[in-house]
């Protein structure tokens, strides 16, 4: 017992000697359990996100102001399912399966994020979720490029690059509506009513009411803390408003000298509500997940049928 604590201790001390030399932990590595436990929460999180993400989109494909729109639309989706696939993929090199990471969702064990529990009620919706939530992700995921595990830090840098489309496609939707009607400028600016504080709330619990925040920051699996990412966010996004003629909602924003802001209270009650099953959208985002996967299973028994009986034949 002596011998294998001893051994533990050397091999937590290897592991963290590579963490602090900035050498990235690869899937044969030892690492400790509970690191491994963050990074299979944090990650199929990630992955339930990108793919659940894709409904509340998708209800606008058919209703698309024009061609263009409905392309740049279509076009952005299909990068969501991509980022799905990347991170399931990098997710199962921890020992878990593809299955059993979409079983865990069904079942209500695992968790995405609470932003797509929102409904998409117009248009200027779609340009809120393009400018807010997906700028909220990208602020979170250019720092998770540089996360200690390699299989997530490499799959961030292809996602990166097309969130940050996402970002810009849903930005010119809200700029082109503050350059229309009288209506569509109203559509624009009631969108950001109702996504700017569940875009706020994506980065998660101040960092005092986060308790895997700390050990998540030692072993650099993330490099900046809730709070930290949220403020970087709401600075970067205010300024971006005003150029449009948007206006956060916000009554004690507060200006500071240097140019940065301090936000009001967050909501944590409704955000808890929405985790815990309790939004707007969440049973109906889950039943059409498990519908849909259900009604794929002859799909994927027929690729896996085809690809035992190429391999047999070789």
């Not at 969130?163 to 009631?190: N, P």
């Not at 109906?284 to 085809?306: M, T």
Request: with cysteine.
């Amino acid at each position: 017992m002596l011998t294998q604590t001893i051994n533990e201790e050397k091999l937590l001390a290897e592991f963290e000697a590579k963490i602090n030399a900035e050498i990235k932990i690869e899937p044969k590595d030892w690492m400790p359990d509970e690191y491994r436990k963050h990074l299979i929460r944090q990650m199929s999180q990630h992955a339930h996100s990108e793919v659940i993400g894709m409904q509340p989109e998708g209800n606008w494909i058919t209703r698309a102001p024009s061609l263009r729109s409905k392309k740049i639309l279509l076009a952005k989706i299909q990068d969501e399912g991509g980022h799905g696939l990347y991170l399931y993929s990098a997710a199962e090199t921890l020992g878990v399966s593809r299955d059993q990471f979409i079983q865990w969702l069904h079942e209500g064990k695992a968790k995405y994020s609470s932003v797509f529990n929102y409904p998409t009620l117009n248009w200027a919706d779609i340009g809120a979720i393009g400018w807010l939530v997906d700028g909220a992700a990208i602020t979170n995921q250019v720092s998770l490029q540089r996360t200690s595990y390699g299989p997530y830090s490499r799959a961030m840098v292809r996602i990166c690059k097309e969130e940050s489309f996402h970002q810009r496609q849903g930005y010119e939707i809200m700029w082109r509506m503050m350059e229309g009607t009288v209506d569509q400028q109203k559509m624009a600016q009631d969108a950001i009513d109702r996504w700017w504080w569940p875009a706020l709330m994506m980065f998660g619990p101040h960092d005092t009411d986060s308790p895997r925040t700390s050990l998540a920051m030692k072993w650099r699996i993330k490099r900046e803390s809730n709070d930290q990412l949220r403020e970087k966010f709401i600075n970067k996004t205010i300024s971006q408003a005003e150029i449009i003629g948007l206006k956060v909602p916000d009554p004690n924003l507060i200006r500071n000298e240097d140019g940065t802001f301090k936000h009001g209270d967050i909501n944590w009650d409704e955000f808890w509500q929405v985790v815990g099953g309790n939004g707007p959208c969440n049973q109906q985002r889950l039943e059409h997940h498990f519908n849909v996967h259900k009604e794929g299973a002859w799909v994927r028994e027929s690729a896996i049928a085809y690809n035992i009986k190429h391999t047999n034949n070789q």
